[in-house]
Nanobody, 127 residues
Framework: QVQLVESGGGLVQPGGSLRLSCVGSGFSLDYYAIGWFRQAPGAEREGVSCISSISISDGSTDYADSVEGRFTISRDNAKNAVYLQMNSLKLEDTAVYFC?????????????????WGQGTQVTVSS
């Protein structure tokens, strides 16, 4: 059974950091493009970052303009995991964060592009 499980969310002050984890089971994440999305209350789900397949592509990364330079996406193939390191967090980063996977080699910021989704982890940035 294909499953993605996110963890690492929590409450952090502005300027703080969190690292989100997305662990896969039932399939190898390195064959898949993996995206991180977020959804704030009353807002649509939006793409945050994505990393292309490392097995059949170059593992290139993409970031939304709003997080460029603050967030870093990475893989750990040994742990079948993808991480999102979030630094210099802002109030507007508050949202539920989801990871998603698609059996394709490159990334897209589109929600509909991805086939598998985790349950989400809450990130709250507040003073």
């Amino acid at each position: 059974q294909v499953q993605l499980v996110e963890s690492g969310g929590g409450l952090v002050q502005p300027g703080g950091s969190l690292r989100l984890s997305c662990v896969g089971s039932g399939f190898s994440l390195d064959y898949y493009a993996i995206g991180w999305f977020r959804q704030a209350p009353g807002a649509e789900r939006e793409g945050v970052s994505c990393i292309s397949s490392i097995s059949i592509s170059d593992g290139s990364t993409d970031y939304a303009d709003s997080v460029e330079g603050r967030f870093t996406i990475s893989r750990d193939n040994a742990k079948n995991a993808v991480y999102l390191q979030m630094n210099s967090l802002k109030l507007e980063d508050t949202a539920v964060y989801f990871c998603a996977a698609v059996d394709y080699y490159y990334c897209s910021p589109s929600v509909s592009f991805f086939d598998y989704w985790g349950q989400g982890t809450q990130v709250t940035v507040s003073s």
